[in-house]
């Protein structure tokens, strides 16, 4: 699990590098969706596939997303975008709103932010309680639970960028005519808060990292290690979450070079 002020942002990959290990955790990934719905191999329905990103604004959810879902047939997941909750939506409890995108058996669903605003964002802007933030922990570990004893394979990503590149990005995107829609007031009024934010993360990370649904911290300054390093861990908890429910991983098929041996 460890914490925010103990990865290392240095972590960096080439194109080259990037490419070839992105290529390799992609087809992987490929065999093993496949699979799980039924479609390759035993061609029997194996556990659903949940993968929760969280972040730093522009830490790079985005791309990592992109190149998570890219080879897959879109028929074959789907991906939950979420923002501030409806009036309606708040009328009910804050984890309602989530539950019809939450995968059945054999599926595959990504979740761009998710109930985790419940003690982030909404807990440093005062759009909930402390009594409501404060119980949220325990309901989210309980629902989290839940989820995965009836077979569900929970993976959950918090991209971290350092202060000054998070800067940098937003810099970037204020520059960029096609990339500034992204960048809004409510983004540069997030970055005064960061300290409070980063006790939020540290807190979350604490309080609902489990065995069931751990956290996986994703070292963000480098766009492309963060990239492979969410595919290769999506990859890795895939088939451990497999083996869990007594499920073993089908063998990697053959690449086209060793085909032609």
């Known amino acids: 699990m460890g914490r925010l002020d103990e990865l290392d942002l240095s972590l960096s990959l080439t194109r080259k590098q990037e490419a070839a290990r992105l290529t390799a955790a992609q087809t992987r990934l490929v065999e093993l969706r496949l699979f799980l719905g039924g479609m390759f191999g035993a061609e029997q329905i194996g556990p659903g596939v949940m993968i929760v990103f969280e972040g730093w604004d522009a830490g790079g959810k985005g ?5 998570l879902v890219s080879y897959l047939d879109p028929r074959h997941v789907t991906v939950g975008q979420f923002a501030a909750p409806t009036p309606r939506e708040r009328r009910h409890h804050f984890l309602w709103r989530f539950s019809r995108d939450i ?23 005062g759009f909930a309680t402390k009594q409501e933030w404060g119980r949220a922990y325990a309901e989210i570990r309980g629902f989290e639970q839940m989820l995965a004893a009836e077979g569900l394979i929970i993976i959950k990503f918090w991209l971290h960028i350092s202060d000054g590149e998070q800067l940098k990005r937003f810099k970037a995107r204020e520059k960029d005519p096609l990339k500034r829609w992204k960048l809004t007031d409510e983004d540069w009024r997030n970055r005064k808060k960061r300290r409070a934010y980063e006790k939020a993360v540290e807190a979350m990370i604490e309080e609902t990292s489990t065995q069931w649904a751990p956290w996986t911290l994703i070292e963000g300054d480098d766009k492309r290690y963060a990239r492979v390093k969410v595919v290769e861990q999506t990859v ?26």
Do not use: H
């Open 63 to 67: 791309g990592a997303i992109k190149r």
């Open 103 to 125: 995968p059945g058996m054999g599926g595959m669903c990504v979740f761009d932010r998710s109930w985790y605003g419940r003690v982030l964002v909404e807990r440093v802007e």
């Open 236 to 261: 890795a908890q895939i088939e451990s979450g497999m083996r869990g429910f007594g499920l073993e991983p089908p063998p990697p098929l053959p690449t086209p070079a060793e085909n032609k041996r």
